[in-house]
Structure formats: C-alpha cells, structure tokens
C-alpha cells in the first residue's frame, strides 16, 4: 500500500504540522519505506530531523494510519493511539507515542507516530529456539498483568465501550455479527458461538485487555522482549481472554509442544502474569476464553477475506487470511475435544498454576 504513501504534497503538510506540534524551528521527515506485516494498518518507517524544541535531535519512529479498509473490532488511529499512550503509562513496554493526527485532511486518514521499537516480531522465527523460551514467556506474562491494571475510568480511554450484559457475551454477539450468515450456515461455526452463549462465565472484573496479545505482536532483540505492538483491538473485557488468545493453537506458529505462543510452557505465562497483575490465573476461565479465541479469529479471518472478495481492497495476503477458516474450526473442535471431561464436571481444565 506504500507506493510513495508520503509524496511531496503529504510530506511536506506533514512536515509543518509536526513542527508547531513539537516546538521546533523545523522538521524533516525521512520516509524510510513500509515495514513487514499490518494487514489492517500501514506502518511507515519514518525517521524525524527535529530543529530546537524540546524534542531536537534525530528519532527513528514509526508512522501507523489506517488502510482502505478494515475490520469491525477495530479502533479509529486516534483512539488506538491514546490506548497505547494509557499503556505506555502504566509502565508496559510499548512504543512511546510521540504524536497523533486525528484530522483526516491532513494525510488522507487519521495517525499517529511513535518511537520505532527495535527487534524481530515475525512469529516462525521466534518459535524457532532449540530450547523452550521460559525467560521471555514469563516476561510476556509480566508485561499482560501491567497491562490489566488499567481499569474502567481511566483517563483518556472513556470512549471505550463497556461491554454488556457481559464481557462473554458480548463477545459472543459480536462474533456472530461479523460471521453474517456464516454464524448459521457453517455447522462449527454455529455449534461453537452456541457453546460461548451456553457456557459463558459472569465476568467479576473489566481491565484494558490487548486483545490480540500474541507471538508475532511483539518485539523481540537478543531474545529480550523490545515492545508490545498492534493495539487496534483493544478494549475493555475480562482478564482471561487475553491470556486464552495468546496461547491459543493458531499462535504457536506449529510448536504446538510449547502451548505458551510457542515458546514455553503456560506455566512460565502465568506465573508472570500472577506476578504483577495482582490476581490469579483462573484455569477454566482461560479455558472459556480459548474457545472465544478460534471464533473471534474465525470472525476476523472471514471479515479480512471479504475485504479482499468484495473488491474494497484487493490482496493476496487478505484472501490467504481468509481460506485459513477450516484450519481454525479444526483448532476448535481439537480445543472443545480437550477441554470436554474436565469442563462438563466443572473442573479446573489441565495445566498447573506455578
């Protein structure tokens, strides 16, 4: 989608408008070309030349904007960048937001830059370790718990919606909403939004959930986690799903051994996770949330072939991401399988707490 996103005409009104946001005598921003991944965003490497003011010097950043089209859950540029900005705060490691640009007229569609993360983020290559990555699973456990001590009422994220009657299932709603007719034409995708409405749990608490907090959403440089990055599905839910999506089968990236995103045990997850968040894992709600897990990407998946089909935007990557259906409801009825003696006499499902 790059292709000299930033002409002449939008670098130069760029150029100015940085510089009265920042202070500076004068900005020059350096295009350095579309960065790998983003089927929902554009991500531009751009590096700023800031002249005086209290940000001069040289700053390798990213510019995040919307694409053509996009996908039901996700937020608007400005409000994603005020999430990262509230998660930044609460001491998680993620890109410092530098700058938001929520006038269309500006650049086409909203924006905003941020400072460039270093590191790897592409998932087949960070699951490749010979041994398990315990150090980092437990990390990425610590970061989560971070993030969910951000709570309703924070300030700046009010227009989140709160979900309702519950985290469950409104989930369950809205996955059926971006199926359309495939929430009752296709049987597996029918049986489990049936089994998320029968089963759903009453959510005792709402945080700032990630929402697509996996292996390939994150940074990783020596085989130290960098930054958590792609916030646009965040939103306010039960602590569970978060945990349930990253260790879902379709994140390990074929280690299925290693349940933690394919590098670790869960056990490394979660006790990273009970060290900062300030709660216990709840083994069978994460079990619940894992089933969301395959329906929510099976919702997202159909939604990102469509956007391909329909001619909105036509790519090879989004109708790729759209045949991956039967491989999902494959993944969820091994999950259902799985799950089926402990969950029906309302057992704590498998995988030990630390």
Sequence with gaps: MNGG???AGRKAALEGWLAARAGARGISVTDEGRLSGGA?????AVTLEIDGGPLAGRHACVLRTGSASGVSASLGKAEEAAVLKCAFAAGAAV?????VGSDPALLGSPFYLMRR?????AGHRLVKSTEPQRALARELGRQLGLIHRVRPGAPGLEFLPLPAPSAALQCAADYRSWMGRFAESDPVLAHGLRWLTVNAPETAELVLCHRDYRTGNYMV???ALTAIIDWEFAGWSDPMEDLGWFCAASWRFGRQDREAGGLADRADLYAGYEETAGRRVDLRAVAYWETAAYLRWAGIALQQGMRHSSGTEP?????LTGRMLP???MDLLRHLEAIADDWNAGRPQGGATP
């Design 40 to 44: 929902i965003s554009l991500n531009l």
């Design 117 to 121: 993360a270093r590191g790897d983020a």
């Design 95 to 99: 890109p410092e937001p530098l700058f």
């Design 327 to 329: 491989e999902i409801e």
């Design 221 to 223: 440089e020596n085989g």
């Design 315 to 319: 790519s090879l990557e989004l109708a």
């Design 5 to 7: 996103f930033l002409d």
